[in-house]
Every structure is written in structure tokens, then in C-alpha cells.
T-cell receptor, first 119, second 112 residues
Framework: DTEVTQTPKHLVMGMTNKKSLKCEQHMGHRAMYWYKQKAKKPPELMFVYSYEKLSINESVPSRFSPECPNSSLLNLHLHALQPEDSALYLC??????????????????FGAGTRLSVL | DAKTTQPNSMESNEEEPVHLPCNHSTISGTDYIHWYRQLPSQGPEYVIHGLTSNVNNRMASLAIAEDRKSSTLILHRATLRDAAVYYCILSPPRGNDYKLSFGAGTTVTVRA
């Protein structure tokens, strides 16, 4: 099973709402990622979790709050978003870092994304 | 991070090969070359990766120049399903995490 499941597929929210995006994988991967992708642009990394600990935050505004409650699950909590935050949010996972050959096999598996619209 | 340069777009006819070039003149000796593709309305999908030698898998072939300053992704017989944005990415060692920095990519159109 090489599937990364993201829910919901679509989300519309107002600027005062609080919502959460969910990502799940059962491949035993211990690195999980959030990316943001605007229309016609490449994905941009937001956060990286390694062994359930936040290891990279690419200077993302605090209105985006990631959480990794266990090795299979990654959440992105949204609060007080702006219309310019409307985008496709992608989750990815990769094999545990540090294993022999792990660096060579930097294969990230992506979900289909959540398309977010902020009104 | 070392940067890559790809053409904005390429067109191909169905059943014909597609050669997608990527320039990475500032590549370091330890950078791996990765290719991902993103089909419409989907997340990116791993295609292939290599370090120095040419690589083949069921999806594509990767030809790496001897000086490693460029590489070419080869789709041997394009199908309509291969229409996607193809990203060439250098993957440097970075501790215990793997950061993929996506460039603009090449949009491949396949004509029936």
C-alpha cells in the first residue's frame, strides 16, 4: 500500500473559521510533510515532521498549525486564514531517515491534496 | 540548494518517445537527481532517481551526463496518461530529513 490519504478533498472556509486538514499513511514512514501549491505554481514546502517531531518550519505564518499525533497521522490546523491562503495543500510521507541507503531513496509519496478556498 | 533549469513546455505525439532535459550545472558530488511528475488534479508522483549511472524503471529512463551537469528523462512511448508537469529536483543530504525543492517544471502535452 503506497497510499497517502488526505481529507477533505475540498474545503471552503471563512476568515474567522477554524478547520483542520488530515493526512494518513500506513507505509511505516517516519517523515511527513505539508506542502502548499498555488495554481500553476510548483509545490512549496511548509513543514516537515521526522519521528513525530517538527524538524522544519519554512517560516509559515502561525495561522497554520501542524500536528503529528502519531506515526501515521498528520494534521494541519487552520485559523484566521486570509483569501490569499487559498491553494491546494499536499501531504507527503517518506521512508524513515537514517536507514542505510535512506538518503538515496528520498522518495516522497503524495496525497491528492485538499483544495482550500478562503472566503 | 543547487538549482535546476527545465524548458517550460514540450509536446509529443502518442506512442513516440519524449526526452525531457534538465540542467543542473551547480550540482554537488553528493546530490541525487530525482524526477517527479504531477498529473492534473493529483499530487506529485515519483518517477525515477539516480546519482551517476543511467537508470531504468518501468516508468522511464534517466540518462545522466558524465559531468553530471545535466540529465534527461526519457519516456519511451508517450501515452495520453503521461501528460503532466515533470519536475527535475536535486536532493542534497540534509541530516535526517529530506527536502524537495520543486522548480517550475516542464509541462508535457501528448497529442493523440
Amino acid at each position: 500500500d503506497t497510499e497517502v490519504t488526505q481529507t477533505p478533498k475540498h474545503l471552503v472556509m471563512g476568515m474567522t473559521n477554524k478547520k483542520s486538514l488530515k493526512c494518513e499513511q500506513h507505509m511505516g514512514h517516519r517523515a511527513m510533510y505539508w506542502y502548499k501549491q498555488k495554481a500553476k505554481k510548483p509545490p512549496e514546502l511548509m513543514f516537515v515532521y521526522s519521528y513525530e517531531k517538527l524538524s522544519i518550519n519554512e517560516s509559515v505564518p502561525s495561522r497554520f498549525s501542524p500536528e503529528c499525533p502519531n506515526s501515521s497521522l498528520l494534521n494541519l490546523h487552520l485559523h484566521a486564514l486570509q483569501p490569499e491562503d487559498s491553494a491546494l495543500y499536499l501531504c507527503a510521507s517518506s521512508r524513515p531517515p537514517g536507514l542505510a541507503g535512506g538518503r538515496a531513496k528520498n522518495i516522497q509519496y503524495f496525497g491528492a491534496g485538499t483544495r482550500l478556498s478562503v472566503l | 540548494d543547487a538549482k535546476t533549469t527545465q524548458p517550460n513546455s514540450m509536446e509529443s505525439n502518442e506512442e513516440e518517445p519524449v526526452h525531457l532535459p534538465c540542467n543542473h550545472s551547480t550540482i554537488s558530488g553528493t546530490d541525487y537527481i530525482h524526477w517527479y511528475r504531477q498529473l492534473p488534479s493529483q499530487g506529485p508522483e515519483y518517477v525515477i532517481h539516480g546519482l551517476t549511472s543511467n537508470v531504468n524503471n518501468r516508468m522511464a529512463s534517466l540518462a545522466i551526463a558524465e559531468d553530471r551537469k545535466s540529465s534527461t528523462l526519457i519516456l519511451h512511448r508517450a501515452t495520453l496518461r503521461d501528460a503532466a508537469v515533470y519536475y527535475c529536483i536535486l536532493s542534497p543530504p540534509r541530516g535526517n530529513d529530506y527536502k524537495l525543492s520543486f522548480g517550475a517544471g516542464t509541462t508535457v502535452t501528448v497529442r493523440a
